[in-house]
């Protein structure tokens, strides 16, 4: 009985990345009667874990209809939680509105280099103003380390480093079929190798394990232009694929803004106000971050898409902050 409910549970987490990459929200889950009428109230991916089996086989079987006749749409806002929080996505209906003054007077990415704690916290910090620090990860050893096979040896088959990972950390398989990060290192070295004629694969996920977070952090550090104040969420994030793919257009609702230090390849962000702030900011902001730089955006507020540019794989690191 235990481990029939251990592989549900591990089934509805299965299922909740799956509806994670597919964008949507909790409303558009909602919107499946049956869901409706079997939950009686709002179901969340934490609500699902709490569930039946019998409503498993209803979700599963609601979401393939709902996506297969349109009824459910892509999302547009993801929630990233610490692993100890539940996961659970919102509606952009119902979002705080933007104070529209953060992006009223940004023409464009601002890039900087020597950034001084005080201007980051004046400038940047807690503005949602988009920055790009050109020598935030320079002289990181991530840079020789971090590849899709040094992943491989930290995050090996039954370790339990990968067990947890896939337990309790979260994990992104955007347009691929990847069901857990176990599965991403079993692909063939053609495909990891992004070998001409190999299919293409991007994907992310939380490091929420402490002892693969510590074997990591070995080759990275905090940003330097980070005052001693300002705290670095203990779950620092991977995001790795091939060239011609990235994150389809969201917003995430994590409450806090972020950094992601380009490891390798080059990564092109295309950011847009949310719609109530149409007419008074930008359209659309777009900036390129190589391999050494440090991008630091607030997710929450800028709506935003990633490509890998260039021949090379893109590898980054980086962490939420307050
Ligand atoms: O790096 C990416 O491709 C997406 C990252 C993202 O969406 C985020 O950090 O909020
Ligand atoms: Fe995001």
């Given at each position: 009985?235990?481990?029939?409910?251990?592989?549900?549970?591990?089934?509805?987490?299965?299922?909740?990345?799956?509806?994670?990459?597919?964008?949507?929200?909790?409303?558009?889950?909602?919107?499946?009667?049956?869901?409706?009428?079997?939950?009686?109230?709002r179901?969340?991916?934490?609500?699902?874990?709490?569930?039946?089996?019998?409503?498993?086989?209803?979700?599963?079987?609601?979401?393939?209809?709902?996506?297969?006749?349109?009824?459910?749409?892509?999302?547009?806002?993801?929630?990233?939680?610490?692993?100890?929080?539940?996961?659970?996505?919102?509606?952009?209906k119902?979002?705080?509105?933007?104070?529209?003054?953060?992006?009223?007077?940004?023409?464009?990415?601002d890039?900087?280099?020597?950034?001084?704690?005080d201007?980051?916290?004046?400038?940047?910090?807690?503005?949602?103003?988009?920055?790009?620090?050109?020598?935030?990860?320079?002289?990181?050893?991530?840079?020789?380390?971090?590849?899709?096979g040094?992943?491989?040896?930290?995050?090996?088959?039954?370790?339990?480093?990968?067990?947890?990972?896939?337990?309790?950390?979260?994990?992104?398989?955007?347009?691929?079929?990847?069901?857990?990060?176990?599965?991403?290192?079993?692909?063939?070295?053609?495909?990891?190798?992004?070998?001409?004629?190999?299919?293409?694969?991007?994907?992310?996920?939380?490091?929420?394990?402490?002892?693969?977070?510590?074997?990591?952090?070995?080759?990275?550090?905090?940003?330097?232009?980070?005052?001693?104040?300002?705290e670095?969420?203990?779950?620092?994030?991977?995001?790795?694929?091939?060239?011609?793919?990235?994150?389809?257009?969201h917003?995430?609702?994590?409450?806090?803004?972020s950094?992601?230090?380009?490891?390798?390849?080059?990564?092109?962000?295309?950011?847009?106000?949310?719609?109530?702030?149409?007419?008074?900011?930008?359209?659309?902001?777009?900036?390129?971050?190589?391999?050494?730089?440090?991008?630091?955006?607030?997710?929450?507020?800028?709506?935003?898409?990633?490509?890998?540019?260039?021949?090379?794989?893109?590898?980054?690191?980086?962490?939420?902050?307050?």
């Open positions: 009985m235990a481990t029939d409910k251990a592989e549900v549970q591990r089934k509805i987490a299965q299922l909740c990345k799956k509806i994670d990459s597919f964008g949507l929200s909790d409303e558009d889950v909602y919107r499946v009667s049956s869901v409706r009428k079997l939950s009686g109230r179901v969340t991916c934490a609500g699902i874990l709490c569930a039946t089996a019998a409503v498993l086989a209803v979700i599963v079987a609601a979401v393939a209809i709902g996506l297969g006749t349109g009824l459910i749409h892509p999302m547009t806002e993801t929630l990233r939680r610490s692993p100890a929080s539940s996961r659970y996505y919102r509606n952009s119902f979002r705080p509105p933007v104070n529209c003054q953060i992006c009223a007077d940004i023409q464009e990415v890039r900087v280099r020597n950034l001084k704690p201007e980051f916290i004046a400038r940047y910090a807690y503005t949602s103003r988009p920055v790009i620090v050109e020598d935030g990860a320079q002289n990181w050893t991530a840079s020789e380390y971090f590849s899709f040094y992943f491989k040896s930290v995050y090996k088959p039954d370790s339990p480093a990968l067990l947890n990972e896939e337990n309790k950390c979260q994990f992104f398989p955007y347009k691929t079929n990847f069901a857990s990060l176990g599965e991403v290192f079993n692909m063939s070295e053609e495909r990891a190798n992004l070998e001409d004629g190999s299919e293409p694969w991007y994907i992310g996920w939380s490091n929420c394990d402490a002892t693969a977070a510590n074997d990591l952090r070995r080759h990275y550090e905090r940003p330097y232009f980070f005052p001693a104040e300002v670095s969420s203990k779950t620092d994030w991977i995001f790795m694929g091939s060239p011609g793919y990235g994150a389809h257009l917003i995430d609702a994590v409450g806090t803004p950094w992601q230090a380009q490891v390798k390849g080059t990564k092109e962000w295309t950011l847009e106000p949310p719609p109530e702030c149409y007419f008074e900011c930008p359209h659309t902001l777009k900036v390129t971050v190589h391999p050494g730089e440090i991008i630091v955006l607030d997710t929450n507020n800028w709506f935003h898409k990633t490509l890998i540019i260039g021949d090379e794989m893109s590898i980054t690191i980086g962490s939420e902050y307050d």
